[in-house]
């Protein structure tokens, strides 16, 4: 199995990725990067690849996982990005999902974000939300 992790460019989205390495290492499963582009009407070029790898490896770098091998896996939408990530989840057949979401207050956790609402209820796999580290004082 692999471990999943959903690409976002945002200290969050950084927190995922490193959370994916790590549980990556210590199960010893590949990492995979999933990332599902905005836009369908823009071609995907390999600049934008190039850059998306590079957000990557950052945040890996950064976690102190720069040697963790690790895959990008992308898809387009037709509107519905939850959708797609859903389905490029389970075309991975991945074991676990992560997903980087940031801090909230009490009323907010009730209240969910849409989008990761929809994931928690539709992926099968079990899914680790994290949140990014608090600033150090």
Do not use: C, Y
């Amino acid at each position: 199995m692999a471990i999943a992790v959903v690409h976002k460019d945002s200290p969050e989205g950084r927190a995922a990725i490193v959370a994916g390495a790590r549980e990556s290492v210590n199960r010893r499963e590949q990492l995979l990067v999933l990332h599902v582009i905005d836009d369908i009407n823009l071609a995907e070029t390999d600049e934008d690849n190039a850059a998306l790898r590079g957000e990557v490896q950052s945040a890996l770098d950064a976690g102190g996982f720069s040697e963790t091998p690790w895959e990008l896996r992308t898809t387009e939408h037709d509107g519905d990005p939850v959708t797609a990530l859903v389905q490029l989840t389970e075309s991975t057949g991945a074991g676990l999902l992560i997903v980087g979401t940031r801090r909230m207050s009490p009323i907010g956790k009730f209240l969910l974000e849409r989008p990761l609402q929809r994931l928690l209820l539709e992926v099968e796999v079990p899914i680790l939300v994290v949140k990014d580290p608090l600033p150090e004082e």
